[in-house]
């Protein structure tokens, strides 16, 4: 059954929380996610759910907090931005190679500096490589839903790996849209009661977590850990399969949008995927070929699904709403272009970076963007491979 | 994914090492040979000892068994020589062998 | 998108624009049709000129950028007019909607000859005689939907006195206040 309302991005993911009623939210405030504490604390407060709502002194305690209570056994989660998460950065590889299925809704922000409070995607892109599952959101539908989604993958046993659950900053987790909620019962009975295999505060086990691994060991547990990363891919289909049966809402490891005869292909990542999409139809509408992949999961990439999706595109733009500082490509062109050439596609792919520190981008914006992309197979002439788009000059 | 302390080597597979590095048994620490970093000894002189049991409570590794308030010889398999227990004791008891294992 | 409607608000921190464009999405949602309400904040001050945006449409919203070709544009706090070029990207067909106590003729000699209609309404003198302080967001909000005709007032003071005694539940003045700048606006805006 749904339920109709409308509601912020921040709002929907605390609702999300209030139905999953975990153990234990430890958070500290920050723009823009601050709402997301803010509101799910009234619901702690009002008996809404029994968790044990901790107000920690920083990010790196929140997180350290969380880790800590989901090693004891509780299903704990917490929610962040940018510095937040920066802050975090050193604990994010701890509950990932402890193998902690934490929760953790990150609203993206721009990193510091120049200081800036708008979306993009440089926090989260800078902690891809934590170990962490990363999904991403295009609208409060879909961070809700992937928050809904989110324990049943990180929990499963062939994972057991944390979890961050993406949206941009103020462009969804401030603005008011439409959006269908489940019923609180059915949310619970999608997730269910987490049952930890083994947990610190279980006096029949004894249980050491997070131990010293010297060079003889150290290797081994990270290539485990790149396993139950992998498993995740899986495991991501299988509960978006239950959870279409539940909501009626599909969701894969990724979206194709009028891709499949596309001779112009964009990848793209997040709000502005929406904003694309109308880009797509205006040009669909004037008989051109073009369409669209939106990334879903980021981590683990699934490189080979994304390259077979590509294969009859003709030119390819990668769209990162972050700076990769390599000169050559940001993390979404690297991941992309690496995903072709195993796949022995090799199309010319123009890497994008647009909305830094929450420059708006249009409709307008993504037809320059397909434009481009034709002239480029019209005159064989690939230009410059980085661009910047809606740059002054 | 539990796993038996024991099994726990140098020698295990990424395949089957524990989730996490997990170890799911207690007091294992006894398993591992650690004394072998020793350098310098503690000699225990049972005839000067009054029992105080000083020794035990400052002693990092918990190398000195108590039975019945009585302590006794050093577990050597777990003594690293720090010689903290000879600084302490009041009484001369115990002895460092310098450079001796 | 069918029968889309887009609405920007000019104002400034603290003034509530953003609280009215949210208010505004959510009045709107109860008609049944598929709305945003979002702000673009700036220094993010007490004061620092802040702009929000509306989409109303029938059918389900994609777009996620903000809006240069509105139908409507409310000024919050005409002192605006001196930094912000409000009616840019207005549509003639659509309305400016300004929160001022001076007549329209001399609202447009500050415009940049801008062909449309303007509305003038004096929430500052409304907000003072019904809620007794200057909260020129709720009468504001009474004029967009008057102008832009989004429903009809009825539908428009039912939906309001519900969300207000849920809002303001256990303060029967404020709900009372907010109605009576409601009703003010809606005879008052022209």
């Known amino acids: ?393 | 994914m539990a796993m038996d302390g024991n099994k726990i080597t140098e020698t295990v597979s990424w395949r089957n090492i524990t989730e996490g590095c997990k170890i799911e048994a207690a007091g294992n620490s006894r398993l591992f040979n650690t004394g072998d970093w020793r350098v310098d000894t503690p000699v225990f002189i049972a005839e000067k000892c009054r029992q105080c049991l000083l020794c035990v409570s400052v002693c990092p590794d918990s190398s000195i068994p108590v039975d019945n308030y009585q302590r006794g010889d050093f577990d050597f398999m777990h003594c690293k020589g720090c010689g903290i227990c000879a600084k302490v004791c009041p009484f001369g008891a115990i002895e460092m062998k310098m450079g001796e294992r | ?190």
């Not at chain 1, 010297?214 to 899986?234: G, I, P, T």
């Not at chain 3, 003034?15 to 049944?32: E, I, P, W």
């Not at chain 3, 003072?128 to 989004?150: C, D, H, I, Q, W």
Request: proline share 4%.
């Open chain 1, 1 to 393: 059954m749904s339920i109709k309302d409308r509601l912020s991005g921040n709002e929907a993911v605390a609702i999300a929380m209030r139905q999953i009623n975990p153990d234990v939210m430890s958070a500290f405030p920050i723009t823009p996610s601050t709402e997301i504490p803010q509101t799910f604390s009234s619901f702690v407060a009002n008996g809404q759910v029994d968790t044990a709502f901790i107000p920690v002194e920083s990010e790196h305690s929140a997180m350290s907090a969380a880790i800590g209570s989901q090693a004891a056994g509780a299903r704990s989660l917490t929610a962040t931005s940018s510095c937040g998460l920066a802050l975090m950065w050193e604990v994010l590889y701890v509950a990932a190679s402890n193998r902690l299925p934490i929760a953790l809704a990150l609203v993206n922000r721009t990193l510091s500096g120049p200081i800036n409070i708008n979306c993009d995607h440089s926090d989260s892109m800078g902690a891809r490589d934590s170990g962490w599952i990363q999904i991403y959101s295009e609208n409060n539908q879909e961070a809700y839903d992937n928050f809904v989604q989110a324990y049943r993958i990180a929990e499963h046993a062939a994972v057991r790996l944390p979890i961050m659950i993406c949206q941009d900053g103020f462009i969804t987790s401030a603005a008011v849209e439409n959006i269908e909620l489940l019923a609180d019962r059915d949310v619970q009975g999608f997730v269910g009661e987490y049952h930890p295999e083994s947990y610190l505060l279980n006096s029949k086990q004894p249980l050491a977590i997070g131990p010293y691994a010297v060079s003889a060991y150290c290797m081994e547990a990270k290539r485990a850990q790149l396993e139950a990363l992998k498993n995740a891919k899986q495991v991501t289909l299988d509960v978006a399969k239950e959870f279409a049966a539940l909501s009626g809402r599909e969701y894969g490891l990724f979206e194709e949008y009028k891709l499949a005869d596309a001779d112009y292909a964009m990848v793209i990542i997040g709000s502005a995927a929406g904003t694309a999409k109308d880009a797509v139809d205006q040009l669909r509408a004037a008989g051109q070929k073009v369409g669209l992949l939106k990334i879903r999961l980021f981590r683990p990439f699934p490189g080979e699904e994304i390259a077979a999706a590509l294969q009859k595109s003709k030119v390819i733009a990668c769209m990162d709403r972050t700076e990769s500082f390599n000169g050559r490509c940001g993390p979404l062109g690297a991941e992309v272009k690496s995903a072709l050439f195993d796949a022995q596609l090799m199309p010319p792919v123009i890497n994008y970076v647009y909305g830094l520190g929450g420059r708006d981008v249009t409709v307008e914006d993504f037809i320059t963007v397909f434009a481009q992309l034709a002239e480029i197979e019209q005159t064989n002439d690939g230009g410059k491979k980085y661009r910047y788009l809606s740059l002054r000059e």
């Open chain 3, 1 to 190: 998108m069918q029968n889309l409607i887009q609405i920007r608000w000019h104002g400034r921190g603290g003034q509530g624009a953003k609280t009215a464009a949210l208010m505004l999405a959510d009045v709107v949602f109860s008609t049944g049709k598929y709305v945003q309400g979002f702000p673009e904040y700036g220094p993010e001050r007490m004061g620092a000129p802040i702009t929000a945006y509306n989409r109303i449409t029938d059918n389900k919203i994609r777009v996620h950028s903000n809006i240069y070709e509105p139908d409507y544009v409310v000024v919050v706090d005409e002192t605006l007019f001196e930094t912000v070029d409000v009616t840019k990207g207005l549509s003639k067909e659509g309305a400016l909607i300004v929160n001022t106590a001076r007549n329209k003729n001399e609202i447009e000699k500050l415009l940049n000859g801008y062909q449309g209609r303007i509305y003038t309404v004096d929430a500052r003198r409304i907000s003072m005689e019904t809620l007794g302080r200057y909260f020129p967001n709720t009468p504001m909000l009474a004029a967009v939907v008057k102008v832009s005709g989004l429903m009809p007032d009825e539908t428009f003071l039912n939906e309001m006195q519900q969300s207000l005694e849920q809002k303001f539940a256990g303060k029967p003045a404020v709900v009372e206040g907010n109605m009576q700048a409601l009703k003010s606006t809606l005879q008052e805006v022209s």
